[in-house]
């Protein structure tokens, strides 16, 4: 999976962590805008992808770049959204599952009001709740 978040004030002064990662697909090749390179979890659901920012940002959309004919089994079918001001206050804003999805995938991260165009947070992160192996029967 790459992922890249779109800021609407982003100055780069993010700091990106995960839940664990297998050597050499870990955050830098997640972030790298190479789509033959990929973050890869080493541990059990939820996978976490945790973005904290030094001031409050706001944040509008979130991009995900999954191919379920490359990796059947582990490409993400269900996703939480959450935001907080760090680990001890996140809330859910957003879940979305993915059916068999190829490409990029966008997230809105604003509510159902019009006037809701951005999430304001300390910190973002992505939960991967559920994949493919875990939904869909195999032949």
């Excluded at 800021?7 to 962590?17: L, T, Y």
């Excluded at 790298?32 to 945790?50: E, F, I, K, M, R």
């Excluded at 959450?82 to 599952?97: C, M, P, Q, Y």
């Excluded at 951005?118 to 994949?131: D, E, G, R, S």
């Amino acid at each position: 999976m790459i992922l890249a978040v779109l800021f609407a004030n982003s100055e780069d002064r993010e700091a990106w962590s995960v839940s664990s990662c297998k050597p050499r697909n870990g955050v830098a090749s997640l972030r790298d805008d190479n789509l033959d390179t990929y973050w890869q979890s080493d541990g059990a659901q939820p996978h976490l992808v945790n973005i904290q920012f030094q001031k409050k940002v706001q944040l509008q959309l979130v991009v995900l770049y999954v191919d379920f004919k490359l990796d059947e089994s582990y490409t993400p079918s269900k996703i939480s959204i959450r935001a907080g001001d760090g680990f001890h206050n996140l809330k859910e804003i957003k879940t979305v599952d993915l059916l068999k999805p190829v490409g990029w995938v966008h997230i809105s991260l604003s509510g159902t009001d019009p006037r809701e165009t951005f999430i304001h947070t300390f910190m973002l992160q992505i939960a991967v709740l559920a994949n493919h192996l875990n939904v869909w029967p195999r032949p």
